[in-house]
């Protein structure tokens, strides 16, 4: 704990905890006083007569119970302030001024007079500000410039130059008025002073060849929390200030414990010490029990830190060295009342502090006691001194080096006999403890404030250095004897001889004396000399590690200098490169402003146009649906003209039935024309229920009914031939057989009308191909067209690309191909193409009778080698309508021309027999129902 910086001077002496007793006034004069006192170190405790007294909770009876108690000093009620500072602290002040700590302490119940004592009041003032009185009286003369030592942080100190200290000052001049919150201490200082002090003592192991400063703290441990009562207030946003914040403690390089960042003030005077004691104090937080309206409820300390440093040869300045530097410390503490809980009957918060505060004071006294028993048995059990902050920052007090000083307070009255037992019984505990005694500061001594030993002294005080007198007396005078008589001169020589001899031992006295001086001089010069080339040598080596140590610095310095360029370019040339990046950034936030106006204004436009088109391309759909609703109408019209010649026709042909034919024949063939018949009829009925069920348009509904009723007639038609054939009994076989095959190729002509009607739905997008369907188709004898033609492309199950310009016209073609792509796109991508396998194009255009042609381009995908797609087109399919009035004839001349080259057999019978102009007229009628929706398939390769 030394205050001393370097520990050179540790001694193993120890002194025991000095314990006094001061015995305040009765409050009731009249009323039986417990303490009395025997002498100045004695004192006796009775409960008084005839009463119940209580100690650990056991009554006695008083007037058995006498407590006899031992103290270093004991003072009465009598006992002036001054009187109990000059016997107790005054000198611990004389210690703290030689460099050595010092732990003061009052201890007692509540309103027993601790803080009378610790503090007192302005009229009379207790130890603390007759310790900063004394302090300040001694060090007036050598007290160092304001801020020349700086407080490290660390419980330590540094010394700064006058320059910097006087900047330092002006500074915190003018930090006050800019910073509000933060109370101007100095200022207050004037307020403060007290009247009966009057100590006005000198220490005088003031050292003139050192420089002090006094440096105060002010801490409170509360509810074992310790809080600095000299820090800056902090404010909170509404200006109200803040809960203080607990402190933490710890150690500091030469084992002393201290708070760590609590504030310490600089003080110059007294009262500036004591206006900063009471600027703490206002924050103290005194609450109010029964027992004692201002009672403390925290332990307060206030340290009073004096740094000395010893001046240069010159005696101008302060040496800057840090081991040169020694800070002793006074702590004065003013415990909180130790009544016990019970007694104060607080209750909440007061009962939480009470609580803290007799767990301190226990630990306290355990800690004391566990130091006891060690220094008795010599042992080293642990100390618990960290139960409690109390004991925790006293630590360094009991364990390292310096002087503990308690005073107990000790309130007469017959009421606090129990407490006053329990205080005493802790007193003379404490008063056991020995605690290590520690030797003065020895203050380094510049060699310029070497003296040589005094100068000798003549017999009649005065110094003879100055003008040695070594002369034998006065020079002889003439002798000559003339006379036998002559009496005067031969005495004469004698005295003048005697005088000589005398004067003669005199200077041999003084010589030898001179000499012994010098000889002690000599060899106290030659002493020092030594101590000097020691300290000179410890200069040099210190010097030495100090210009390594700066060396060292010094190349630091250059690696960071030579860093802090590096970063420097590199800073500028990021600075740079930022710059740049924010230009570009804010040309193409430009850029993309004008190019999100442009592509706005864009879509303005391709809105409008869009608008114009959609108009436009609903106008020319409108114009093109009544075009086409009226073709319509007129094609149903023709139909219809054609379907009732056909009816006339059919009626016509019923006078020729009576054709010879054979009986066998005319069975067989009847059996085949039913057959031929209602499959037909049944499946073609089946079928375009089907198909009219799921028509969207009633138009094709009505087109299919009618081709129902067609069919029907056809159907009757061919049963009538089948009875015309059946008359012809008679007739050859071959004949037969070319009716026969007539039949057929009429109910094929009708099949393949219906097969095509079924592809028209197919291609118009419906599922109408189901069982019923293909049960039609499988009485079909074979294909209408060939198979290869129809599905070799459409029906595979490839991947189809379909590229449909967004120009195509729907052209309401009945039949369609019967492709599903899997994608149709207006405009392919190589993406596109590249996922699928088959590519169909769809191109129109108007053929020589003004319709439309649709062709669709077939092709098959390729991937080459090159990573790419080709498309090699293998098949055209062309989708084509015909008006039926225009192609009336050419279409009876092809189908004529057709059946002629298909069978020439038939064409002969055509020619011999009328009714084949009936078959030719139904294949007519039905060729012309199949030309509403002629189907053209072209294979080209
Ligand atoms: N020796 C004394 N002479 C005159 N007055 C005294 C003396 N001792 C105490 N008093 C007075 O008694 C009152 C209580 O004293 P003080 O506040 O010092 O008690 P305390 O022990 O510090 O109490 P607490 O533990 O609550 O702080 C004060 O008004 C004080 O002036």
């Known amino acids: 704990m030394p205050r001393k910086l370097n520990s050179r001077h540790i001694t193993p002496v120890t002194d025991p905890v000095e314990v006094c007793a001061r015995i305040r006034n009765k409050s009731n004069n009249k009323e039986e006083s417990c303490i009395k006192v025997i002498n100045d170190t004695t004192i006796h405790l009775t409960p008084g007569d005839s009463k119940l007294f209580m100690v650990n909770n056991i009554y006695f009876l008083s007037s058995y119970q006498q407590t006899e108690c031992q103290f270093s000093r004991v003072f009465d009620s009598n006992v002036s302030q001054k009187r109990l500072f000059d016997c107790v602290a005054q000198t611990m002040v004389d210690d703290l001024v030689r460099g050595k700590n010092g732990l003061l302490f009052t201890y007692g119940v509540t309103s027993s007079g601790k803080t009378y004592t610790m503090t007192g009041s302005l009229e009379e003032p207790g130890f603390l500000p007759r310790c900063l009185d004394m302090l300040f009286n001694s060090i007036t003369a050598v007290q160092a410039s304001k801020y020349v030592f700086v407080p490290d942080g660390m419980n330590g100190f540094h010394v700064q130059s006058e320059a910097d200290a006087l900047l330092e000052k002006q500074e915190r001049d003018i930090l006050p008025q800019l910073t509000p919150k933060t109370p101007n201490k100095i200022e207050s200082a004037a307020t403060f002073s007290f009247r009966n002090i009057n100590v006005h003592y000198k220490e005088k192991n003031i050292n003139p060849e050192c420089r002090y400063s006094v440096f105060v703290s002010y801490v409170e441990i509360y509810n074992d929390y310790v809080y600095d009562l000299l820090g800056d207030v902090q404010l909170d946003p509404f200006n109200r200030p803040k809960p203080p914040q607990s402190k933490r403690l710890r150690e500091d390089k030469n084992k002393n414990m201290f708070v760590y960042g609590v504030s310490q003030v600089e003080v110059a005077s007294t009262e500036e010490a004591f206006a900063a004691f009471q600027q ?48 002793s410390q006074l702590s004065l503490v003013d415990l909180a009342g130790s009544e016990r809980m019970a007694r104060t009957g607080a209750g909440g918060e007061r009962s939480r502090e009470a609580g803290n505060i007799n767990s301190s004071l226990m630990t306290l006294r355990r800690c004391l006691e566990q130091l006891r028993e060690n220094q008795k048995n010599g042992s080293s059990d642990m100390v618990k001194y960290r139960n409690s902050k109390l004991t925790h920052l006293f630590k360094s007090y009991f364990e390292g080096h310096g002087k503990v000083k308690m005073v107990v307070c000790l309130n007469p009255n017959m009421a606090e006999y129990d407490e006053n037992i329990h205080v005493v019984q802790f007193a003379e505990m404490a008063q056991q403890v020995e605690v290590a005694r520690s030797e003065d500061f020895k203050s380094f001594t ?46 004469g020589l004698i005295s003048m001889l005697e005088h000589r001899i005398g004067r003669m031992n005199a200077i041999k006295k003084r010589v030898s004396r001179y000499g012994e001086i010098f000889r ?32 060292k610095l010094d190349r630091q310095v250059k690696k ?57 391309v609903e106008k020319e759909c409108e114009k093109r649906v009544r075009t086409v609703q009226t073709e319509m109408q007129e094609k149903m019209w023709v139909k219809d003209e054609r379907l009732r010649q056909l009816k006339n026709i059919i009626s016509t042909g019923g006078g020729r039935e009576g054709r010879p034919t054979a009986a066998r024949s005319r069975s067989d063939n009847r059996m085949v024309s039913r057959s031929v018949s209602r499959s037909v009829s049944s499946s073609v009925s089946s079928s375009v229920s089907r198909m009219v069920s799921g028509m969207v ?32 009994s008679g007739g050859d076989v071959m004949h037969r057989m070319t009716t026969r095959s007539r039949v057929r190729s009429v109910v094929s002509s009708i099949e393949d009308s219906f097969i095509l009607e079924q592809e028209n739905q197919r291609t118009l997008g419906s599922e109408y191909v189901n069982k019923a369907d293909e049960d039609l188709f499988r009485h079909r004898p074979g294909p209408p067209v060939a198979t290869k ?16 310009p967004s120009s195509t016209v729907q052209t309401e073609t009945i039949l369609q191909p019967a492709i599903r792509p899997n994608k149709v796109v207006n405009v392919p991508s190589p993406k596109d193409v590249a996922g699928a396998s088959k590519y169909l194009l769809t191109h129109q255009r108007e053929d020589g009778t003004g319709e439309i042609e649709t062709q669709l381009v077939k092709g098959e995908v390729f991937h080459t080698r090159s990573g790419g797609q080709q498309v090699q087109f293998v098949d055209i399919e062309t989708l084509k309508q015909h008006d039926p009035q225009k192609n009336e004839k050419k279409s009876i001349t092809s189908r ?33 129902t199949n030309n509403v929706a002629a189907v053209t398939n072209k294979r080209k390769k």
């Open 280 to 327: 703490g104090q206002e924050r103290r937080r005194i609450a109010h029990t029964q027992l004692n309206a201002e009672s403390s409820r925290s332990h307060s300390i206030l340290n009073i830190r004096l740094v000395q440093a010893p001046l240069d040869p010159l005696g101008e300045d302060l040496l800057q060295e840090r081991s040169l530097i020694c800070a």
């Open 697 to 728: 348009s009633s138009s094709v509904s009505t087109m299919v009914n009618r081709m129902v009723s067609r069919a029907v007639s056809v159907s009757v038609a061919v049963s009538r031939a089948s009875e015309f054939e059946d008359s012809m």
């Open 520 to 551: 002690s001089n000599l060899s106290s010069c030659t002493q020092h000399e030594q101590s000097v080339q020691q300290q000179l040598k410890d200069c040099e080596a210190d010097l030495a590690n100090k210009t390594k140590e700066l060396n």
């Open 896 to 928: 004529r021309k057709r059946r002629s080259e298909t069978s020439i057999e038939e064409a002969s019978v055509d020619e011999q027999s009328s009714w084949t102009d009936v078959e030719t007229r139904c294949a007519y009628g039905i060729g012309n």
């Open 789 to 804: 033609h129809r599905r070799s492309c459409s029906a595979s199950h490839s991947n189809w690309l379909a590229h449909l």
């Open 560 to 616: 960071l200098e030579s860093k802090n360029q590096v970063l420097t370019r590199t800073t500028q040339v990021f600075e740079k490169e930022k710059k740049q990046l924010q230009d570009q950034l804010s040309d193409a936030e430009a850029m993309l402003k004008s190019s999100q106006s442009d592509s706005r204004r864009l879509e303005m436009k391709m809105k409008g146009a869009v608008a114009n088109t959609k108009a436009h």
């Open 446 to 491: 510049p060699p310029t404030t070497l003296h040589p030993s005094p100068p000798p002294q003549t017999d009649d005080g005065e110094s003879d250095w100055e003008s040695p007198d070594y002369s034998l007396g006065q020079p002889f005078p003439n002798l000559e004897v003339m006379d036998y008589a002559d009496n005067e001169t031969v005495p």
